[in-house]
């Protein structure tokens, strides 16, 4: 029995030699603590502060997208309404990618708006440029463009501001942060649309924002 014993102890114990050796040579260790946990974008994660997160985002753009769906001027334009986004202001105290916010309203309107409004890639204007000027030179052709055009205006510009209020005390901390969003006709200044969200958070620590 002892016998029996002993062997099986021996066994476990290459076993688990073999199984830490291949491991090393693998440079891949198990870290302790929580996993990686995967989540929807909607979705509120155990790593959370008062500020602007994925869930917020999503919420956000989400409502804005269909509000502009909604507006007479998008409804019923005659013709295509094209769209030129402008920066996103950023008034809150956290330092993020302020502009992910109208790239995902973009993205919801390309996607789901069914041809009824058109975004100008004003950002790529450099390269945009460089290819109508060899176009023109006769050093490119295109049977898609045989005479080429000159660039779409704007019909309206989708810009943004995201403005806060901060509070602390030794109970925690209080974010209040309004998300405003505006279509602007770029003939008169008028301001077509605007909407808004407000979202209030509060929390016992704070967090790290990139």
């Known amino acids: 029995m002892n016998r029996i014993v002993l062997r099986s102890f021996a066994i476990a114990a290459a076993t688990a030699a073999a199984a830490l050796i291949a491991g090393c040579a693998s440079g ?24 602007v997160e994925s869930q917020d985002l999503v919420a956000v753009t989400d409502k804005m997208a269909r509000s502009i769906l909604a507006i007479p001027e998008i409804q019923k334009a005659q013709g295509l309404p094209r769209v ?29 708006a069914q041809g009824k409004v058109r975004f100008l ?17 006769g050093q490119l052709t295109s049977s898609s463009d045989p005479v080429v055009q000159e ?22 901390t209080s974010d209040y942060i309004l998300y405003t969003f505006q279509l602007i006709d770029p003939r008169t200044s008028d301001i077509i649309w605007e909407d808004s969200a407000e979202i209030k958070k509060q929390g016992t620590e704070d967090a790290a924002y990139r």
Not at 84 to 111: C, G, H, M, W, Y
Not at 156 to 169: C, E
């Open 28 to 51: 891949v260790q198990n870290p302790s603590g929580v996993p990686v946990t995967r989540l929807n974008a909607d979705e509120k994660g155990f790593v959370a502060g008062t500020g």
């Open 121 to 137: 890639a004003r950002d790529r204007m450099e390269a945009l440029e460089k290819e109508r000027e060899m176009k023109r030179a």
């Open 151 to 172: 660039f779409k205006g704007a019909d309206f510009f989708l810009t943004g501001k995201l403005a806060g209020m901060t509070t602390k005390a030794r109970a925690g």
């Open 84 to 112: 030129v986004l402008l920066p996103v202001e950023n008034q809150t105290r956290f330092a993020f990618n302020k502009d992910i916010f109208l790239d995902r309203i973009r993205v919801q309107l390309n996607s789901k």
